[in-house]
Nanobody
Framework: VQLQASGGGLVQPGGSLRLSCTAS????????IAWFRQAPGKEREGVSV??????YYVDSVKGRFTISRDNAKNTVYLQMNSLKPEDTAVYYC???????????????WGQGTLVTVSS
């Protein structure tokens, strides 16, 4: 069972990036998939989660980020628009049976992808 996160990079403020989280060894649509991020010197925080129960976003990204799922590709995406310097972080995807923003509830993690928002 593996999760592969990708799509990070350097982008200017106001720009966009799309992160991908691809699963192997299990079917993503049976799980809740969450994106977390950890900024330098800060604790990891939940950003968004998608499950059969619905979608949730942390307040700081509402209206700017969109989470979606492509079951045929076994991939979850995080479209990030209007990026701000404070969005700079390593972004991780995680999977488990229950949709929550509590990282301790997730048993499967991707390796992280770095997003840097800077001019």
């Amino acid at each position: 069972v593996q999760l592969q996160a990708s799509g990070g990079g350097l982008v200017q403020p106001g720009g966009s990036l799309r992160l991908s989280c691809t699963a192997s060894g299990f079917t993503l649509d049976d799980y809740a998939i969450a994106w977390f991020r950890q900024a330098p010197g800060k604790e990891r925080e939940g950003v968004s989660v998608i499950s059969n129960s619905g979608i949730y976003y942390v307040d700081s990204v509402k209206g700017r980020f969109t989470i979606s799922r492509d079951n045929a590709k076994n991939t979850v995406y995080l479209q990030m628009n209007s990026l701000k310097p404070e969005d700079t972080a390593v972004y991780y995807c995680a999977a488990d049976r229950i949709a929550t923003m509590s990282e301790e509830m997730y048993g499967y993690w991707g390796q992280g992808t770095l997003v840097t928002v800077s001019s």
